[in-house]
Antibody, heavy 117, light 109 residues
């Protein structure tokens, strides 16, 4: 079975940094693009970032460009999101999502990031 | 700033049929936007029901179908069940960026 397990969320002060991880299993991780999607409390879904299967191509939403960095380690079946200069509006549940034919199929359960002093 | 629009809320009777739509501020939605439809119930992660306009995943109930209609992507639920009450999001591809719609809260009542 495909599993995506996020970790690394927590409480961080404004201006701080945090690294999220997503451990993938049950599929050939190195052959799929991966995505991060977030959802602020009580709000809709927001597309955050994407990375190609090799890691050679990345995309960022304007809201996080220059502050977040997506990466992957195919030898460890793990996707990362390095977040810096965090703001209150970055408070959200962050989901790791597997690409499928330019859309999505599997989602992780999410990890909560709270930015507050 | 591309905006993807959905009905904020819809209501359907048990056993009834309802169609949710997904429009784009850039013009007509086409198959080239690879429309996806997602379902999210309270306290749960989203799950993808439809990909590439009309294709179903193995876990997608047969009562859900996707299409293009009138310049929009559409999700039709035929024979609504109480467990279909949820938030539904569409996702469109813009040659790199993906954009979510604001979601439709579907009530089965």
């Amino acid at each position: 079975d495909v599993q995506l397990v996020e970790s690394g969320g927590g409480l961080v002060q404004p201006g701080g940094s945090l690294r999220l991880s997503c451990l993938a299993s049950g599929f050939n991780f190195s052959t799929y693009a991966m995505h991060w999607v977030r959802q602020a409390p009580g709000k809709g879904l927001e597309y955050v970032s994407a990375i190609s299967f090799s890691g050679g191509g990345t995309f960022y939403a304007d809201s996080v460009k220059g502050r977040f960095t997506i990466s992957r380690d195919n030898s460890k079946n793990t996707l990362y999101l390095q977040m810096s200069s965090l703001r209150g509006e970055d408070t959200a549940v962050y989901y790791c999502v597997k690409d499928f034919q330019l859309g999505f199929d599997y989602w992780g359960q999410g990890t909560l990031v709270t930015v507050s002093s | 700033q591309t905006v993807v629009t959905q009905e904020p809320s819809l209501t359907v009777s048990p056993g009834g049929t309802v169609t949710l739509t997904c429009g784009s501020s850039t013009g007509a939605v086409t198959s080239g936007h690879y429309p996806n439809w997602l379902q999210q119930k309270p306290g749960q992660a989203p799950r993808t029901l439809i990909y590439r306009t009309s294709n179903k995943h193995s876990w997608t109930p047969a009562r859900f179908s996707g299409s293009l209609f009138g310049g929009k992507a559409a999700l039709t639920l035929s024979g609504a069940q109480p467990e279909d009450e949820a938030e539904y999001y569409c996702l469109l591809y813009y040659g790199g960026p993906r954009v979510f719609g604001g979601g439709t809260k579907l009530t089965v009542l």
